[in-house]
């Protein structure tokens, strides 16, 4: 089993920045992946990026246009989405998934392992 605790989230302008982090526990010293989904209201769960155990591949959405950088540091357990130059678009609760390293997925289905979310709104 593996734990997910996002934080970070908050209210912003837009053109400003936030930070997610992501804090796994539990069975970390598994191979996980991690990436970061968004549901705004009304809408579908869309993927945002994601990332491999080892840090070194990345994936992001074509949404997000280089505004934002997923890393993670393994010896704390941590993942994190810097996000810039938001946009009110960008308003939404943003989730925290894992799943054993079995490459990048960029569907629900893909990860078993949920966070409860944070809450990011942009005002315009």
């Known amino acids: 089993q593996v734990q997910l605790v996002e934080s970070g989230g908050g209210l912003v302008q837009a053109g400003g920045s936030l930070r997610l982090s992501c804090a796994a526990s539990?069975?970390?010293?598994?191979?996980?992946?991690v990436a970061w989904f968004r549901q705004a209201p009304e809408k579908d769960r869309d993927f945002v990026s994601a990332?491999?155990?080892?840090?070194?591949?990345?994936h992001y959405a074509d949404f997000v246009e280089g505004r934002f950088t997923i890393s993670r540091d393994n010896a704390k357990n941590m993942v994190y989405l810097q996000m810039n130059s938001l946009k009110p678009e960008d308003t939404a609760v943003y989730y925290c998934?894992?799943?054993?390293?079995?490459?990048?997925?960029?569907?629900?289905?893909?990860?078993?392992?949920w966070g409860q979310g944070t809450q990011v709104t942009v005002s315009s």
């Open positions: 998934a894992a799943e054993p390293d079995r490459g990048l997925g960029t569907s629900e289905s893909w990860y078993g392992y």
């Open positions: 539990g069975r970390t010293s598994s191979y996980i992946a």
């Open positions: 990332i491999r155990w080892n840090g070194r591949t990345t």
